[in-house]
């Protein structure tokens, strides 16, 4: 039997009446300064009044207006970083014996009391909803201020400590899950949205399924979740997946990862979509031995930008008119008049293979799945034909292939030397960096081809330019 | 629906072969190098694999003996720490510009990578337990070694943060609890042994309690279980409630916390104990509204060898003859022939008020019950003749007593002042310091009560004589 | 853990291939003959494989078309009858010696084999599903079909053996319920539709609650379930219930029913509302101590039947103009220019206490509450202006309050002497019957005040004019 | 959520206080008659207060003493049975139009209403608890008092269509299982003894799985449930099973059912041992597809005794001198001197395979696991020589195999033909019947080799000697 609430309930009342008792009127009053309930805080710590204390200062943060929250970030910042003097003396210790005891307490002394402090919020009930809460107010305010930066810092190291994967739960979302959680999902599929709960139950039907992480703190909240379909062969529109069939395919060999979405922003610059890819993975292999092949359905969200950069840049001269690119319908609209298809499949392969930031790929879509192990398997024509699709990706939607016999190995080939795996009919659509002959006809037959074989061939490797 | 088990047995094996396939042989072999796996887990950090490593790592510690135990603790506290350049070049910085940021860069140098690594350990399925396991060994090393003490520091920092209040779950614990529970409360019950299942089906019956904190990555594991019964009137014999009736009296007025155990060694320095008393009291309090009185029926664990030691040292000399203190079965076999009752009554009282550490009281049980807030209630003789009551405590037991009300103020006098509030008999029996009269007859009066009536005195309040 | 899939995945298949590998193909052919399977299962009774048999014959009645499954309840309700040899010699044997030894024997030669059939069929996974489906198409086929009846009666008598209240569990049904379960609330919402997922979700809210009956072998199906507001004052429309305001009322003293749907058609003649009720109002009592009326918002569903009937047969002709009551619209379209309400109001009064079916109220409603125990409260105008609630109950609501301490003793007086227990203010807008005075004015002061106060008056008494 | 407990506590209140409030002091007397509850309970059928009158009259029951008892069950039967005008006439009906429609009307009024008040019963908490208590205190009564029979025919009748396999849930019973069940493990272990919680653990051990079927009605209570080792090979002492390791095989390939035990008295006469041995079955093969062999290791409980009666009879002339067979050591203490294992391995294969009541088997174990489908494949020499062993079975156990592709065959032409499955060896160890020369060679091989490969050899058929 789990058991909470009552607890929580009476603390406030009884923690009010028993100061009210000795002191006179203590209630916590609407304008307490946050700021003193804080110190008291810190001096409190280790007392199960904590608890309420925690309680009373994220209720005051509750009802800060933006320029009290600004006071308050500012307070935990410059007020409530390590003492200077104090520091002081252990870089003195520190030097005249450098060693891990004086290294230790050097790290002490430097340890922030915000830092403490942020942990005695999380003792409150709801607290670590609150605490993300307010890093979302923080994360408003840091483009214009930041001097706010050291203590986001202290936000992410320790939400990096209490949400170590160790701590996650994966959990099977379908149409038996409450609705209170369903709600959630439909509020945070951030890439194809979900219009109504009959598109939710389509997408939760016997050929679907869809995994999320969740935290023992927020029971109800996904943190992260994915949304895969089971497929006879690799699927290339996500229209299809999205308005397709209920039915379950007996002989589905693929699941395609067609969705992955976070959904706490309070929780930006920790990464989940790795393990959550991989245990998925796991548990789908386990469940469905005839599945042979994991792969991503993926838009190519920085496509058209630099489509856009590259012709306004005059890059792109050889490649002959490509219509009026600036148009949102473009290319279905006003695209290259003849041989659409090829030429811009050549283009997105180009994109993928060569452009770059540093050493990794440009895409940001591209860098996740390429450095988390994954192939770059096939570019799908028209793959998204919606708004959203032809604004970012031209309509094109990539198909990143999960292997798990190579997984570790294309992973450090990609952070250790940029490579990107890649099959071979990728690399045959970009052509040699330099080479203007177009790829015309293999991409055609590959266009033609809506779904490759579930045993997929060996894939070739491209070397980042730069390393040869 | 939960999910976990597939992943975690397939991504051992998968790793193995992933790699062996693409290297040779890589199966993580039995004298593979701790060091180099962590190493490498600390390159690795983010990646999917980092749970593979770390539980190679985990495993590849748990078949380490004592002296290579030893010595990975010491490669962690002498290689895993900070980097000197990069903290000398971080110290540099702060002084040559102190503020938020750099005393932030300062931080973030000071902080040890084998923090981080404890962490990526934690990733790992069963990660904490092996990390508590790990601990344990720690801690049996650190007398001999104070030179690891930098990396127990470690260890608790991030305990700390991972058992915060916030993520434990109360649960009560019964008949219905599973036997894999169970058979831990029969193990970790520190105060008064369970003998057997029968033993423990009458600490779990109706006119008892039983409840204690559970964290969601040691889901079978209590961390601090406490025992209630439920009486009519303050009990002052904890053989009466170990060994007595089961049927619920209906007209209980009284929860006697008469059992605290703390049930992780790996988790020492972090106190739950005070938290549990007070939410457990909520939730008594809101299941049963006829419970008046919340006490402890407690031993004295410091009081015989306070009286050895003082007996010593000839300061009880105005105390007559005391019998052979040093007999184990003293005071029931040679004790004080005539008026032993109230001889120790006044003595007991007189160590429990004025016996100090510091401004502090010297008995441990004592010292954690007041700091709580608790009041000290009454002093019962021969509420625990067993050899163990007699051996510490010379079979008197003593009954905190917390009242909702007085909770908060009791602690702030307490920590504040040193300040010890309790019932006005005990602090008659004590006498003032100094005054030689004895309290015998008040205490043969309170002797003769076997249950003081549910509505308590009005505490006295004794300060510390050190204040005066 | 709960085990059930596999079995009953394999059975069929290990069935079909034992005995395909006994005596050559035997795979259950989609035209193999149910009556043939039925007569199989009654010589296997009792050994494992009925599971599978049941199965077999389960499916092949889904696949029968409208014919064929009235032979098939012909075949039962004829053929699977008690052998008439076996009956006659068990009537001899009760002639002879007649005694509890050989009733026994008769009612045992009278019990027929398709009842043990049914029984069969339920041993099979989801056997009680489709036996309710089964019931259902027999029900279609009854009307027309009266020889099928004492087949149905079999299906009853095992059904209330199955259904008995004591498999019966109550849950609450709120935004944490499955979305599964969510789906069949809004489909089975007899009473006022639920428009959308937004509609629901405001039923569910704070100020409701929302409860149901659920069986072991439908899990996921509700049988009944009522939903309730929590308000200030008792509520006279339904309308503000449906679209009002889902903040809790600190101040609710009285919980309204203002809808009870029954779900599964097959178990038609088993009544479980009465028990819903009754149970629903401790579990609120419990919950919420400050409840202090327990009342229905329950339409009139005969009254305007009854009025019709009423003016086509002359016997109100003392009422004056009472509009073109066929209008669909009627009383707001075309109703009485005047004094409408205290009219219409004083007819729904007379129709409630005086209209009759036998001893009891015509109308169906009233049947229902009053001999559940309720207390005929109030007559709400206009408290159901919208096209059904017009068009059955002419606009009207009215409020039966479910007592506590009366329940049972207006039960009785229900059921053994007819009196309807009802407030004072109704008996008097009825009036005497036969006394052509208006109650106008009373009435008038009635229906401005939209609530009554909490504490309700004493109820008045009508006797059923039979009896006078 | 569930919700059951307010309700049930409450109405028992609520009622008393009502009928109280209305006709004076009417608060459940334990003087009151049960036969008056019970008429009043059949008056008040469907109404929500049969809930506390039905828990009225079981606690009537619960105070009667045995001659109150003996009493109640003659009212039941005599005075509940039929009403004999109406059946008379139901009777003259049927035989004025014989046909669905009088027969339905005949068994009616045949149907006792004895019945109803039953199921009356258990719409109470904890009613069927109580009627199985009932039914306990009937069957103690039944044998002196034959004329309580048709009322026991009438619990048989409704506790058949309440236990309904439909109803049924296998549960896994392992170390997380509560304590609450695990004792009722510990009380209801029918075959061999559990001795203490060490026992039980080893029983729940890594190399066991137990299984038990429970019902809705009775959530911690086990109906039956059987106790599984995984070996490599069959396992021919029990002995070695019980006490015998606790490590897992990854190499196990056979699953003996050592075990099985009924746990409510209040049932008997409906079996359940057949389902729950072949849904474990196909537990275990969907668990660990490596299992190969599922076989049982059963006493001979009826071998001895019969034994005893041939002797007596001078039928065993022909086998020489058994030893004192009254000696309750026997065979260990006192049995024939040489060739004691080949003797006797034939008398208990002779026994199994000829000694019939009717065409069946006399041995009820075989009769039960051979009319299930199993074959009858082994029997082992000093299977059991515990004092029951010795007792029952001559320290004898037979392994039953229960092999799926043959399991239907096997009881079809057992309860058909009365054919007896059987390996060749078990065959061999009988000779034919009359035959006297000893089988012993091969048996000598036989009890050599103690596991038999998991490979089974084709079974042989021996026909009941009486077809012949």
Not at 140 to 167: M, S
């Amino acid at each position: 039997m789990r058991l909470r609430g009552a607890f929580w309930k009476e603390v406030m009342a009884s923690l009010a009446k028993a100061r009210g008792g000795l002191r006179g009127r203590r209630r916590p009053a609407p304008d307490e300064d946050i700021r003193d309930v804080c110190r008291t805080l810190l001096r409190t710590r280790g007392e199960a009044s904590v608890v309420a204390l925690a309680r009373r200062a994220l209720d005051a943060f509750g009802r800060l207006d933006a320029a009290g929250r600004r006071a308050f970030f500012e307070f935990l910042a410059r007020d409530l970083g390590p003492e200077p003097a104090a520091l002081e003396s252990a870089i003195d210790g520190y030097h005249a014996a450098p060693g891990p005891e004086t290294v230790t307490a050097l790290a002490r002394a430097a340890d922030p009391p915000r830092r403490e402090l942020l942990g005695l919020f999380n003792t409150s009930p709801n607290g670590m909803s609150d605490l993300l809460a307010m890093r979302e107010a923080l994360l408003d305010l840091l483009p214009a201020h930041p001097e706010l930066k050291p203590l986001d810092d202290d936000f992410l190291y320790l939400l990096r400590a209490w949400f170590n994967r160790g701590f996650l739960e994966l959990r099977r979302i379908d149409w038996r899950t409450p609705a209170l959680v369903l709600e959630k999902i439909v509020t945070y599929e951030a890439v194809h949205e979900i219009l109504d709960w009959e598109d939710l139950q389509r997408r939760l039907g016997a050929d679907r399924r869809c995994f999320g992480f969740f935290h023992p703190s927020l029971p109800d909240e996904p943190l992260i979740f994915v949304e895969v379909a089971l497929c006879k062969g690799l699927a290339g529109s996500v229209q299809d997946l999205i308005f397709g069939a209920v039915e379950p395919d007996p002989e589905a060999d693929t699941a395609v990862f067609y969705s992955i979405s976070n959904c706490q922003r309070g929780l930006v610059g920790i990464s989940f979509g790795n393990f959550l890819i991989k245990q998925v993975v796991y548990e789908l292999a386990a469940e469905m031995p005839g599945l042979r092949t994991f792969a991503t359905l993926s838009p190519i969200p920085g496509f058209r930008k630099w489509l856009s950069a590259a012709m306004r840049e005059n890059r792109l001269a050889d490649e002959g008119d490509l219509g009026d690119i600036e148009d949102p319908g473009w290319p279905a609209d006003h695209g290259p008049a003849e041989d659409a298809e090829p030429r811009l499949l050549r283009l997105c392969a180009r994109y993928l293979l060569h452009a770059k930031r540093g050493r990794l790929p440009l895409d940001p879509v591209a860098r996740f799945h390429l450095r988390n192990g994954a192939r770059l398997e096939r570019i799908n024509w028209m793959g998204d034909p919606s708004p959203p699709g032809l604004q970012q990706s031209a309509g094109m939607m990539v198909n990143y292939v999960y292997d798990e016999a190579d997984v570790v190995a294309n992973h450090e080939a990609f952070v250790n030397e940029g490579r990107i795996v890649h099959a071979r009919a990728v690399g045959e659509l970009a052509g040699k960096p330099g080479d203007k002959r177009p790829a015309r006809r293999r991409s055609r037959r590959k266009a033609r081809l809506p779904r490759v074989p579930a045993t997929l061939p060996a894939p070739a490797v491209s070397g980042a330019p730069a390393r040869r």
